[in-house]
């Protein structure tokens, strides 16, 4: 059975060592096992198996009650945890089927955080619409959270490098754009900064309550060992507005 330090955790992951640490100081995982003589963690398999459907879940903005659900969920069966967050079910079950019954068969797995960017039809997907309805002035009040950001096209890229890149086989990759994450406030402040006249009903009141809790996710493993480098998110944000624009979707 494969023994992992924390950092050969953090880096397969996608997790900060400090956010791995203090996942297990609240319980939501752990105890971590420890090393005799150095009292350093020692990660198993399954630890890791159970950080990686986690990670997915923090990249898209997953609070920490809904994964103690999940955690709690786990013990009854996957059909119990996929009510709550099927997506990272399906990918335990794919990776449970290349140990299984894959025999040849390799598989990689990307993880986009929100994804953003240029549509190529009208029919808005949620994350689209949610930057319509700021552009629009129909979302008056923007709520608290705390996310990464993915430009479809930059998804796009990493799925084609990992397919193309035999050490890709076997690993998961997150995807997100360079820098901290950003909040719903961020992404209004910076349309309304950029486009001017274009954003002038976008909202910039954040609803009431306590600020969303810092959100350290990363994209080193795919920067690393692929090559692949993301636009920067205010580039994301703004042809994502500009898109919407040119298709005619938004009010005039």
Known sequence: MAVLTIRDVSRRSGLSEPTLRYYEEI????????????????????????????ACMRATGVGIEDMRTYQANRGRGHEAAAEQRSKAIAER???????????GTELVVVNPTFILGPTLTTELGSSLQLVKAMLDGTMTVVRRQRFGVADVRDVADLHIRAMAAPGAAGKRFLALTDGPTISFLELAET???????????VSVQEAP?????????????AREELGWRPRPVETTIVESAQCLRDLGLLVT
Not at 93 to 103: F, I, K, V
Request: aromatic content about 4%; cysteine-free; overall charge negative.
């Open 209 to 221: 309550g306590e600020d969303p809790p810092r959100l350290v996710i990363h994209n080193d493993r």
């Open 27 to 54: 319980g939501l995982i752990g105890p971590i096992a420890r090393d005799e003589s150095s009292g350093h963690r020692r990660y198993q398999t399954e630890d890791l198996d159970v950080l990686q459907a986690l």
């Open 191 to 201: 349309l309304r900064r950029r486009l001017g006249p274009l954003a002038s009903r």
């Open 93 to 103: 079950a794919a990776w449970d089927l290349m140990q299984h019954e894959g025999g």
